[in-house]
């Protein structure tokens, strides 16, 4: 009767497009006082994520705690415009380092100190994206898990995969050792290994849906073209329109993360309330992962065949008496998202 969708909303694939380099706008780059004239000059003033936005996507940024400490006004952008527009983030270290040259315990030292920055500034650790391309050794890798992140991204060449549970796959083999698609302009270093244009990321998108993937790409300096990894600003355009086009689930890394365990372990249990089971008055319905719920709490998409009794008619959805949701049952299945918490719902149809 319940089943937990693959994906929020149901839909098909996975994407969390991230943004790895200097802020997004003009009031950000300049910022850094380390880019060139020209870069500032030729930097887009317009933000990339409000073209995400402007098609219903989001995009992810990293976070680079000690930048805050060296800007205090790029804290506040970020935690003032950036977070509160629902944009997502993603944990880049304290300082930008390459931790597969420390030993475990400085790495898990700098893991932890970003770890409770990100929770000082309210904000929610959970992935994470290693600097300088590293954490391909075990030992960053426990240490990334130890200081207490639940994933470990790197930018990885097109041979070795971009694909994260694909085919029907409920959790990857190693949480800390994850690709994100690099996506560089071909005039930057003439790189065969990295997606250089919407015409070579068409095929992964398309792809990563025949196989019910998450992919992550990672871009770096869109239209700031004498910096690392450069990319073309009208081709990032052509790359979000495709993806918009698509049905894909745009979400953050750590709201993928969250689903990905959640929906690992979940357990719906339903009980029917009534004198005919078949055709039961009320539905108690109860998701559980037995995870913490105040670190998971990413909702998951239930999908929902209700009793033939109750076709054509409209069900609420209850929580200690109060409604949260109504449903028209006008197909044999619909959907209703529901944090796995371990608290029972009540599916009660409307009077005919």
């Known amino acids: 009767m319940f089943t937990v969708a693959r994906w929020y909303d149901d839909h098909a694939a996975a994407i969390s497009i991230t943004y790895d380099g200097p802020a997004s706008d003009g009031s950000l780059v300049y910022l850094d006082v380390r880019l060139p004239a020209r870069s500032r000059l030729l930097a887009d003033t317009r933000p990339l ?36 527009r629902g944009l997502g983030y993603f944990g880049h270290g304290h300082l930008h380092v390459d931790h597969d040259r420390l030993s475990y315990a400085a790495a898990y030292r700098s893991f932890r100190q970003h770890f409770e920055r990100l929770l000082d500034y309210g904000l929610k ?16 890798q426990r240490a990334l898990a130890d200081a207490g992140f639940l994933s470990g991204h790197f930018a990885d060449s097109r041979e070795s995969g971009h694909y994260i549970v694909p085919d029907g796959r409920m959790a990857p083999d190693n949480w800390f050792a994850l690709p994100r698609l690099h996506m560089e302009s071909h005039d930057f270093q003439q790189c065969g290994a990295c997606i250089n244009d919407t015409d070579e990321l068409i095929p992964i998108l398309d792809a990563a849906l025949r196989k019910g993937a998450w992919i992550v790409p990672v871009y770096h300096n869109v239209g700031v073209y004498d910096r690392y990894g450069f990319y073309d600003r009208e081709t990032f355009e052509a790359d979000m329109r495709a993806i918009a086009a698509r ?3 745009v979400a953050s890394m750590n709201a993928v993360v969250l689903y990905i365990r959640e929906r690992e372990r979940a357990v719906v249990t339903v009980e029917p309330i009534g004198p005919d ?49 109504e449903l028209a049952l006008d197909a044999e299945t619909v959907t209703v998202s529901l944090p796995p918490d371990e608290r029972p719902w009540i599916f009660q149809p409307r009077a005919e």
């Open 125 to 140: 650790p959970v992935a994470y994206a290693y600097p300088r391309g590293a954490g391909r050794e075990a030992e960053t």
């Open 277 to 325: 089971a078949a055709a039961p008055d009320r539905l108690r319905v109860t998701l559980s992962d037995g995870l913490d719920n105040e670190r998971f709490d990413q909702p998951l998409t239930l999908r929902f065949r209700p009793p033939p009794s109750w076709l054509g008619r409209s069900v609420s959805v209850l929580r200690d008496g109060r409604v949260v949701a």
């Open 49 to 84: 994520e409000d073209v995400a936005l402007g098609l219903g996507l989001t995009l992810d940024y990293e976070v680079v705690t000690v930048k805050f400490d060296w800007f205090p006004p790029l804290e506040a952008y970020f935690l003032e415009r950036v977070v509160p």
């Open 247 to 249: 049905d894909f689930w």
